[in-house]
């Protein structure tokens, strides 16, 4: 089981910065890929970054390179994801996932098995 709690959601104008921060725990968590996902009212959950165990392979929606950046410390237990220049359509609910390593990760939400009750995040002109 891992255990994933989010944190560092708030109210922020366009262009500002945001931190988000996912604290694991549980046996293993550093073998899973992790990623950050988000839903927006009416939308469907989307992924919006994952990284794989070893911090050797990440992947962005195409929506937020360059503007976000994901990184974890399996040494911490925390998962994060830098978001800057923001935009009003990053306006989402953000959750923190992980999910098994099996060669690969990617942003299918199907593969991901554990996650946080997620942080709000508002981004307002």
């Known amino acids: 089981q891992v255990q994933l709690v989010e944190s560092g959601g708030g109210s922020v104008q366009a262009g500002g910065s945001l931190r988000l921060s996912c604290a694991a725990s549980g046996y293993g968590y550093w073998l899973y890929c992790m990623g950050w996902f988000r839903q927006a009212p009416g939308k469907e959950r989307e992924g919006v970054a994952v990284i794989s165990p070893a911090n050797t392979s990440i992947i962005y929606a195409d929506s937020v390179k360059g503007r976000f950046t994901i990184f974890r410390d399996n040494g911490k237990g925390t998962l994060d994801l830098q978001m800057n220049s923001l935009k009003v359509d990053d306006t989402a609910m953000y959750y923190c996932?992980?999910?098994?390593?099996?060669?690969?990760?990617?942003?299918?939400?199907?593969?991901?098995?554990?996650w946080g009750q997620g942080t709000h995040v508002t981004v307002s002109l």
């Open positions: 996932a992980a999910a098994p390593y099996a060669g690969g990760c990617s942003k299918s939400r199907a593969e991901f098995e554990y």
